[in-house]
């Protein structure tokens, strides 16, 4: 059996004595800042308002004139899944309510899923012993339904949203994916592309604003007849990215001005593609703070990790870390001028967020915001010695290290702070009342992050990541650890529904984290979306923040 833990060899860095550091070769930024600043649309609030309205108060008429329960359920579906269910929320929580005190199962198999599933998904203490009637005596699912594809999609879908010892869902996800890969081959193309997305990526997993898009093209396909929710669901999509726009350019104005492309060459130059990934946390208008506040930190936590992870020497991180955990100016002089240049970026960050929740929230998060970075560049500096010492940390080492040096967690404390009026009353306390929240959300981000990039940085020699430190502890192949890498991100989601079914929560801190999860998911599918950030990722950012959907 291969050790739990060894020490590795690896291309040892040249004498950091004669000014030769590592470098991971990223890519320059694909956005200039000035093309950034360029941004227009035609799409704008100020001369869309009238029309927005209208389309809201037929798409409101409609929803509260539809009674059938399986016409509702397929309808709030699509308008979440059309990105404009935020401007409906009274209506959907009051039939959500109907729904939950009303026990009457569908005995139609897509209903009775959907029913289960939006349930569930919005925090309802709903079982999942509703679907068992869809087996037979032998305690097998029914044989007819084998052949009943939108049956079989919805409990698919219905089947990411179990819990921790649901052994019913996971035989549903087993039936389900066996009987649609069956079906592939004697479905019509459109019908065999919506299945093999379902089976590739589970509607609960897929980030938002991607979903929206995706979504609108095959409404389309469906209604070729005008329709009210379509109509909305396009012009919300175009007068969205209008905010987006705006945004941008106010964060390209601070990106610039922090010049980090001069005085931090080695470093990430990543806005757009960061603030694309803050669009997933949470991408309805309204969030702008929410949207700025995490590109700003993810900017500067993503340089926190170049320096750590391919330019500072040993020497100089002890002494990054000691200054920060300590917030200490003095030992801050002490440091070489790019760690100074850092630090003076990441403490104007700080104090100019804590002014901004002192005089939203009258709270005090000062101290708060400052553990973060502490916390973050103790996991980084974990790294770091395991780095320059040679070290392979077990599997367990990894993980109980990787799921903060990913910097998700700062990440989402710190949006607590921008949304704190939903948490101003159970301050501080809140922080660990979310904790195993933000954890599971946090490991996901880490794994899904070492699926996509632990390849390229092993050949720069970074530490084993969790595939090769399970690969080496296990003695197993390559693929058998991206599988149970895998199986750790599904157990994550099974703790994440756990966590948000039937409690206090702030809806909003719950989809934050939520999403935080699915981002990640979305921006390691392909690789390293964030440090290369051409293709898919390109594609993305464009669909989504600067093309407008023809109208």
Same mark, same amino acid.
């Given at each position: ?99 939950? /005190?009303?026990?009457? /199962? ?32 032998? @305690? ?163 340089? /926190? ?23 200490? /100016? ?71 290290? @990787? ?19 939903? *948490? ?27 699926? @996509? ?18 690969? *080496? ?67 993305? *950012? ?8 023809? *109208?």
């Amino acid at each position: 059996m291969a050790p739990t833990s060894q020490f590795f060899s690896h291309p040892k860095p040249n004498s950091l004595e004669k000014n030769q550091r590592r470098s991971a070769n990223y890519h320059p930024s694909i956005w200039d800042p000035t093309v950034i600043k360029s941004f227009t649309t035609p799409y704008t609030y100020e001369f869309y308002a009238t029309q927005l309205k209208e389309l809201k108060q037929k798409a409101g008429k409609l929803l509260a004139s539809t009674k059938d329960t399986a016409a509702l359920l397929k309808l709030i579906d699509s308008l979440q899944r059309l990105g404009v269910a935020y401007h409906f929320e009274k209506h959907i929580e009051e039939a959500l309510n109907q729904f939950h /005190v009303d026990q009457n /199962v569908s005995n139609d198999l897509s209903t009775a899923a959907l029913h289960f599933r939006l349930l569930r998904e919005h925090g309802y203490p709903v079982s999942a012993e509703v679907l068992e009637k869809f087996k037979g005596g032998d @305690g097998k699912f029914m044989d007819s339904l084998s052949g009943d594809v939108e049956g079989l999609l919805s409990l698919e879908e219905a089947s990411f949203l179990g819990v921790k010892g649901e052994n019913f869902l996971e035989e549903a996800k087993g039936f389900t994916s066996e009987s649609l890969k069956a079906l592939l081959g004697k479905l019509d193309k459109v019908k065999a592309e919506q299945v093999q997305q379902s089976l590739e990526v589970p509607l609960y997993w897929r980030m938002e604003r991607i979903e929206a898009r995706n979504f609108i093209d095959s409404y389309q396909r469906e209604y070729t007849t005008s329709s009210v929710f379509l109509e909305l669901a396009k012009l919300d999509y175009n007068l969205t990215q209008s905010v987006y726009q705006q945004e941008l350019k106010e964060l390209a104005e601070w990106w610039m001005e922090l010049n980090f492309k001069e005085k931090l060459t080695f470093s990430r130059d990543r806005l757009m593609e960061i603030y694309f990934w803050a669009t997933g946390l949470s991408f309805e208008p309204q969030y702008a703070k929410c949207r700025i506040c995490f590109t700003k930190y993810a900017c500067l936590a993503t340089v /926190v990790d170049d320096i750590y992870d391919i330019y500072g020497s040993l020497d100089e991180l002890e002494n990054f870390t000691k200054a920060v955990t300590g917030w200490d /100016v003095k030992a801050v002089e002490e440091l070489p001028e790019y760690m100074r240049v850092m630090f003076s970026a990441m403490s104007d960050f700080t104090k100019e967020l804590a002014q901004e929740t002192l005089k939203d929230h009258g709270l005090d998060v000062l101290p708060y915001i400052k553990e973060q970075w502490a916390i973050l560049c103790k996991a980084h500096i974990t790294e770091a010695r395991w780095f320059y010492g040679g070290y392979t940390p077990t599997f367990d080492e990894y993980i109980k290290n @990787g799921w903060i040096s990913i910097g998700s967690l700062g990440g989402l404390v710190l949006l607590c702070f921008v949304e704190a009026n939903s *948490i101003v009353d159970q301050f501080p306390h809140c922080l660990k009342d979310y904790s195993q929240l933000f954890y599971w959300s946090s490991l996901i981000t880490r794994l899904s992050d070492d699926l @996509g990039t632990s390849k390229a940085e092993m050949e720069r020699g970074d530490i084993p990541k969790a595939v090769q430190s399970y690969m *080496i502890e296990k003695g197993v192949s390559e693929e058998e650890a991206r599988d149970h890498v895998k199986d750790m991100i599904s157990y994550s989601w099974k703790k994440i529904n756990e966590e948000i079914v039937d409690n206090s929560f702030s809806q909003v801190i719950v989809n934050l984290s939520k999403n935080m999860a699915r981002t990640a998911q979305c921006m390691y599918q392909h690789g390293d979306g964030v440090g290369t950030s051409t293709g898919v990722t390109k594609d993305c *950012i464009v669909s989504s923040i600067l093309k407008p959907i023809p *109208i």
